[in-house]
Structures are given as C-alpha cells and as structure tokens.
C-alpha cells in the first residue's frame, strides 16, 4: 500500500504562483509513474503533468511553459505552477503507480482569482 498526502493549494490571483508537493509513505518501492491530476466543477478529471521513474515528463498542452513537475527526493514529488490562470481552478490530485496499481491522494484545492 502507498499513502500519498497533497499540500500547497491555496488561493492565489491570476498570474501568480503555487508549489504542490505529495509525499508518498508506504510500499513506495516500485512506483513507476508519478503524475498530478486535477478535476474542475463539472469537468471530468484529467492527467496535468507526469514524471517517470527515470525522468521522463509529459504535460497536457493547457499548462505546458508554466507548470513544472519534479521528484524533489525518493518520497516526494512537486509541481510548481506559474502564471496561473483561473481555468486552473481545481481539485489536485496526486497519483502514482506501482506495479500496474494507482493509488491517489486526497486532493487539495487550487483556486485562482482573476
């Protein structure tokens, strides 16, 4: 089992700045993928940005250029978020996977004010 707890969302004005974090405990040998989802009102959830065991990255082509993920140490994974936009505006999630298995965190909201 993996537990992941999401901190940093808060309330921000448009063009400013959040830093996610999710710090994993747990069975956290093995995880592959690590990723931040997010889930507006009434919108269904969608992938943010990912990073790979070994680096690789993705972002979804809405938060290319100011969101940057990164594994700050074995346990935790960041995602700093600039220039931020009110359709930013959403529930977080953490997710990663390990062997074949997502597990997620509880989510922490982002709210941005234009």
């Known amino acids: 089992q993996v537990q992941l707890v999401e901190s940093g969302g808060g309330l921000v004005q448009a063009g400013g700045s959040l830093r996610l974090s999710c710090a994993a405990s747990?069975?956290?040998?093995?995880?592959?993928?690590r990723g931040w989802y997010r889930q507006a009102p009434g919108k269904q959830r969608e992938l943010v940005a990912s990073i790979t065991r070994d680096g690789r990255t993705n972002y979804t082509d809405s938060v290319k250029g100011r969101f940057t993920i990164a594994r700050d140490n074995a346990n935790t994974v960041s995602l700093q978020m600039n220039s931020l936009k009110p359709e930013d505006t959403a529930v977080y999630y953490c997710?990663?996977?390990?062997?074949?298995?997502?597990?997620w965190g509880q989510g922490t909201q982002v709210t941005v004010s234009s």
């Open positions: 747990g069975s956290i040998f093995g995880i592959n993928v």
């Open positions: 997710k990663v996977v390990r062997f074949l298995l997502d597990y």
